[in-house]
């Protein structure tokens, strides 16, 4: 089957594209056929969609498309409610700048030696994905500038509402230029917190959101087993060595091929 980002209209780098294919990413799932478009046109976009519907890359793709190569300043920065999620799409974004040499991203996060973070910003990185706390942290110690920032994402933006983070964004937020693009993705968007962020921080968004019966795209079948937490490993390598996949992602184990 031909890679129908291949040939879609989306304006995407030949090094995006070979990354997306080497992926097993075929055709784009619901949210990222609605919000890659708009965010690739520099809107600023809001998008209602869970855990699982492909919303790390439906922001991903655009974020490494408005990275100029050139510089080696922090030009996105994402920020995710737990360390956990700021791994995972730092992961996410490794995957897909397979290809982008010279493309450094950082995920940064509290309980991770500060040390060590500090060397990396010091060399460059182009892209940082953070938890608030530890944002704020290196703003406040200087060893991380957001002057030169194009595009600001908020990720699972209702969780860091819910775990207080919102003073934390406020000031992360007001430290990035003006004319920067402002993309939030939220589970839950009616909540009047969220549209009270949307509104201060983001000039005419888009809405965007997937259906729940459009989570995952149609092809695949879902099922899932009850284990006890402690066998948890077992089984999955278990499956693993039963059903032997070409390719296969788990929460627990971040890429398993
Ligand atoms: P997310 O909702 O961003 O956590 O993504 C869930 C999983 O779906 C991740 O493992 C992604 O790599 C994968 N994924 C994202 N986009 C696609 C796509 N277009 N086709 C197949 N898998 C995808």
């Known amino acids: 089957m031909e890679n129908f980002f291949r040939f879609s209209t989306f304006p995407i780098s030949p090094e995006i594209i070979k990354a997306i294919e080497d992926m097993g990413f075929e055709e784009p799932t619901p949210i990222q056929a609605q ?24 922001f991903g793709i655009p974020a490494l498309h408005t990275v100029d190569l050139t510089s080696t300043k922090t030009q996105v920065i994402v920020l995710s409610p737990t360390r956990e999620l700021a791994i995972q799409t730092a992961e996410e974004f490794n995957r897909l700048s397979k290809y982008m040499k010279k493309l450094h991203v950082l995920p940064v996060y509290g ?20 938890t608030p706390g530890r944002v704020l942290d290196h703003l406040d110690r200087g060893t991380l500038s957001l002057k030169d920032v194009k595009m600001v994402v908020l990720d699972e933006a209702d969780q860091m509402l819910d775990m207080g983070f919102r003073e934390d964004i406020e000031k992360i937020i007001a430290d990035t230029p003006k004319d920067r693009q402002t993309v939030l993705f939220s589970a839950t968007i009616p909540a009047p917190p969220i549209k009270e962020i949307s509104r201060r921080f983001q000039n005419k968004p888009e809405f965007v959101r997937v259906q729940h019966r459009e989570l995952t795209v149609p092809q695949i079948e879902q099922l899932y087993l009850e284990v006890r937490n402690r066998e948890k490993n077992e089984v999955l390598c278990r499956i693993l060595e039963m059903y032997d996949p070409e390719l296969a992602w788990s929460s627990a184990t971040p890429s398993v091929r």
């Open 35 to 58: 919000a890659i478009p708009p965010i690739l046109e520099g809107k600023d976009v809001t998008g209602q969609a869970q855990t699982g519907t492909g919303k790390t890359a439906a």
């Open 111 to 130: 309980g991770q030696p500060i040390e060590r973070q500090f060397r990396a910003l010091r060399v460059g990185v182009q892209i940082v994905v953070g």
